[in-house]
C-alpha cells in the first residue's frame, strides 16, 4: 500500500496546519475541507481563471481557492478572492474591478468562524 505525504513546500505545509488549527478552534468544517483540497498533489492543484469566476459568484462575494488564480478573463463584479496564489495579470484585474486579492492566511485572521465564505474547485 502507498504512503500518503503531504506537500514538501514549507508555505504549504504550515498552511494545512494553520486550516486545522482554525478548525479545531472555530468549530468550522470550511477551514478543514480547505486544508484536505490542499493536500492533494501540486500536479493536480487546482487552476481557476477569472472568467470562470465571474460566471459563478455574485458581487460582494467572498471566494476561496485551493490553488492558482490566473488572469484569463474578465472581472465585473467587486469579488474578494483569497488563493494559495495569484498571477499578477490576475491581480491586477481584481483590484481594477474593486475586489480584494487575499491570501489564505489573511482571510483566516479577517474571517475565524468562516461565514459567508464559499470554496470554489
Known sequence: MVKRTLPTNPRTRRLIRLLRKASNI????????LSEALCIPSRRRIVINLGKID??????DCVVIAGKVLGFGN???????AALSFSQTAKLKIAQSGGRALTLEELIAMNPKGKNVRILR
Open 26 to 33: 472555530h468549530r468550522v468544517k470550511i477551514w478543514r475541507t
Open 55 to 60: 460566471k459563478l459568484t455574485k458581487e460582494g
Open 75 to 81: 472581472l465585473s463584479k467587486k469579488v474578494d478572492i
